[in-house]
DNA sequence: ACGCATACGCTCGATTTTGTTCGTTTTTGG
DNA sequence: CCAAAAACGAACAAAATCGAGCGTATGCGT
């Protein structure tokens, strides 16, 4: 077999990895769904979905499989999110641009978490309130992680309200990490959630520069809840796929447009 | 070997920092993709492969290999802990003894995560200080969790320092949860690190009711750092392979010990 | 120059993975 | 409740991959 090209060619890991990305975003899948879009035979897929069963990540049905464990839900696994190699490239991008010795805030988000891994092995300081940021540090020798407490919101693993906004207060960041939902010219930055938001604001306000980091799927879209201006915002990263007449808009703007 | 060639002719330790760097953009490769991209036999793909496995840096798989997951060695999979069957069964009679709508602080450990994930589908506070706590409740949709914030103490996933301790402070908690590595008659409870027993005895201090979890396996152990005495603990829960006769001398104490 | 160590490619039997076929079980839709 | 359709599991065959052994070349030190 020829593997290596695109994405046609996956070992068996990299199976299961993409199956349980898909239930994690999904709830469920199915054994047709998975071969034709994996490009294998649906034997493999079954001999996948049992192996997976074994180890107790899924739960085995007439057709597919359910998610098992309920922590295979939350985004823990970078791999298997939408967008992988993309926000891969926007996180090496973004990590890239960080100063040794600086001090980072993150948002919560896949995308700011790909940007944490890429900072694993970095000497910084990164203050977040996001679970599953901290996470991504916790095993890095270099980075010092400052998590901000707060009331855990359920599936996103970021921390909201008071505590967080307090101790965001008391630090200041060299550089803010915002990960958003959706970033428009009218409407500026925006996310899903009110709590979020505005924690996500808080943050923005104690940061020398605010950095934006979203794929191309955010780009034009606006969700429900307000984070803030484009005005404050120095630098937008995204992947190639992201529309350039709006990148030419955020530079006309004065904004550091980077494309990874 | 012969370098009069292109770019093809690469040493060793070339390939293995291509073959890292393929990896971390990528997160996987194939060992014929590597084979023909770096002009070489797949032997010695396969040589490399193996020798970056023995050095942790990659996971082998058959066909190519993954990016070794550093998270791998977090104590997020309570099943692969030491004890889990005892552990399980301690954190199950923990949460049976915990009535709805109280607070509860839970310390960090694997014990303590056992109890965390029992309490998961109960109507309560959950205040913590370790993030494999609140990961094992943030699928809950009973539980409600507030983490204390703080500076992220590597391995063990605990916060501790300033921001944690005044979170603690700020609250105050029906029963407070700590797993311990060591309870002693003599010593009382200790633990191995010195900045998690401090933010532990601020737990402690908060609490109604202090209660230890741990297996049989931390009794009549001391380890470096002081937790708190034995007078300050009003429940014991271990599992049935704990010493009688220490437990007796805790009954003695008017501890109530139970045993799972 | 010689010997030695290291790195590499090649071959070949063993192992793993995958696809296909076929009889059986489960689900679906009257 | 019954029959068609879908899904399953087991068995087998083909393909890809692996590991080990062996020979060769290159570089290095004596």
Chains 1, 2 share one sequence.
Not at 9 to 28: D, M
Not at 190 to 195: D, F, G, N, P
Request: hydrophobic share 40%; aromatic share 4%; proline share 3%.
């Amino acid at each position: 077999m020829k593997t290596g090209d695109w994405g046609g060619g996956f070992v068996k890991e990299q199976r299961h990895e993409l199956i349980l990305g898909e239930l994690a975003r999904r709830g469920a899948v199915s054994v047709a769904a998975l071969a034709q879009r994996l490009g294998v035979s649906e034997a493999t897929i079954r001999r996948d979905l049992d192996e997976l069963a074994r180890l107790g990540k899924v739960h085995r049905t007439h057709g597919g499989a359910l998610s098992a464990d309920p922590r295979e839900e939350l985004p823990l696994n970078l791999k298997a999110t939408s967008y992988a190699a993309e926000k891969r490239r926007i996180g090496l991008a973004a990590a890239a641009l960080i100063q040794p010795g600086q001090v980072v805030g993150c948002s919560g988000g896949t995308t700011v978490a790909h940007v944490a891994t890429a900072l694993r092995g970095k000497r910084v300081v990164v203050v977040t309130n996001a679970l599953n940021i901290a996470l991504e540090l916790a095993t890095s020798e270099e980075a010092e992680v400052i998590v901000t407490g707060g009331t855990l919101r359920g599936r996103s693993l970021e921390l909201v309200g008071h505590v967080a906004e307090r101790t965001f207060r008391e630090l200041y960041v060299d550089v803010a990490v915002i990960g958003v939902d959706g970033i428009s010219l009218e409407q500026g930055l925006t996310t899903y959630h009110l709590s979020e938001a505005q924690t996500n604001r808080v943050l923005m306000e104690q940061a020398r520069q605010v950095w934006v980091v979203a794929d191309h799927s955010k780009v034009e879209k606006v969700t429900p809840a307000y984070i803030g201006p484009l005005s404050r915002v120095s630098r937008f990263i995204t992947d190639t796929d992201a529309p350039a007449p709006f990148l030419d808009e955020l530079r006309r703007r004065g904004i550091d447009v980077v494309c990874a």
